[in-house]
């Protein structure tokens, strides 16, 4: 669903007439300033974007939830549209992607180290505040994507388990600190993630993050079951 369309509120009623299954939206918002780094939207700001609010309130009236993708640099703004729909569940996908974050990626994008080394600053400092709304929910996923520039061990052969777990188990732990264990759920990124982990890897890398904090049937099961409002109608919350 296209949440700036007039006609958005129809078309989510005709998806809850066709399916008890219906929970939410995802609608991306990433956009990027770095030619070399692929936007999945025209324009930035969608989620200030009038007429996107204006369908958000649709969401919100049918009880249903928002993923959030967006690159890191967005963070700001999906704190803003958390904070306008309190009674809105969002769910934040890929932990922001902060791209070229760990390597460089696109034509500019981290580049240096001293670049990597801010961007990760701001992100923390986003993601702590993204936080603070407390209808956000957060997902562990997304570790695989490319964008977030992990490097390759030698050309060809992918990123070795110790470098991928040393290199992103920052990330994890920061989310995990951020949003706390009812907060957060592990989740796939597939296919997307393919060329760098396998599915129980990535579970497997999260759960070694977190050590002594994880609880295994609340990051794979309790949490998605309230955060989805699995075997409850599709409005009840």
């Not at 009880?63 to 993708?69: N, R």
């Not at 801010?118 to 505040?129: E, Q, V």
């Not at 992103?168 to 995990?176: F, K, Q």
Request: charged share 25%; aromatic share 6%; net charge neutral.
């Amino acid at each position: 669903a296209d949440l700036r369309d007039p006609l958005v509120g129809e078309l989510l009623d005709a998806h809850l007439a066709a399916s008890p299954l219906v929970r939410g939206v995802r609608q991306m918002a990433a956009f990027h300033a770095d030619s070399d780094v692929r936007s999945w939207t025209e324009a930035p700001g969608l989620f200030a974007d009038p007429a996107f609010r204006r369908g958000f309130e649709e969401l919100s009236r049918r009880s249903l939830s928002f993923e959030i993708w967006c690159y890191a640099h967005q963070l700001p703004d999906a704190r803003a549209l958390a904070l306008a729909f309190p009674e809105t569940t969002c769910v934040l996908d890929h932990y922001g992607t902060p791209v070229g974050a760990l390597g460089p990626r696109g034509r500019v994008t981290g580049q240096t180290p001293m670049a990597r080394v801010a961007m990760l600053g701001a992100w923390r400092d986003d993601i702590a505040a993204l936080a603070e709304a407390p209808n956000v929910v957060a997902k562990h996923s997304g570790l695989g994507m490319p964008l977030l520039g992990l490097p390759e061990d030698s050309p060809g052969r992918g990123v070795s388990y110790s470098r991928l777990r040393d290199a992103l188990s920052p990330l994890v732990r920061h989310v995990d600190a951020s949003f706390g264990p009812d907060r957060t759920l592990w989740a796939s990124n597939f296919p997307i993630d393919k060329p760098t982990l396998s599915l129980p890897t990535s579970l497997k890398l999260v759960t070694e993050a977190l050590g002594g904090r994880v609880d295994v049937e609340r990051l794979t099961r309790t949490n998605a079951r309230r955060v989805y409002r699995i075997g409850a109608s599709a409005t009840q919350r």
